[in-house]
């Protein structure tokens, strides 16, 4: 029923942008909440950001506030992560995830979940 696919991942060095997309089917930022996930190898599944309209707000995680910003377009059916000042920290797969609920839940507490795009930052 609902369907989630990230997208624009890609290779860029320090300093660069990215653009990533999350194509949602059957769900939008209006049914609870969207957001954007990463996992580097060997470490635990990290919060990015998140965007709920019910609540009327967007989330940044602290390693990210300032560089990227989360965006929403329902006629579309589709929400942003735009990447700026990019960090070679940043390297990772990043999904994309929906809850029913808001943005304030645990990095896996999410309904469901799209296939991640990989996003590594050189030096």
């Known amino acids: 029923e609902v369907q989630l696919q990230a997208s624009g991942g890609g290779l860029v060095q320090a300093g660069g942008s990215l653009r990533l997309s999350c194509a949602a089917s059957?769900?939008?930022?209006?049914?609870?909440?969207i957001g954007w996930l990463r996992q580097a190898p060997g470490k635990e599944r990290q919060g990015v950001a998140c965007i709920s309209s019910s609540e009327g707000r967007t989330y940044y995680s602290e390693y990210v506030k300032g560089r990227f910003t989360i965006s929403g377009d329902n006629t579309k059916s589709t929400v942003y992560l735009q990447m700026n000042s990019l960090k070679p920290e940043d390297t990772a797969i990043y999904y994309c995830a929906a809850a029913r609920g808001g943005c304030l839940r645990g990095t896996y507490d999410y309904d469901y979940w799209g296939v991640g795009t990989q996003v590594t930052v050189s030096s």
């Open positions: 059957g769900f939008t930022f209006d049914d609870g909440a």
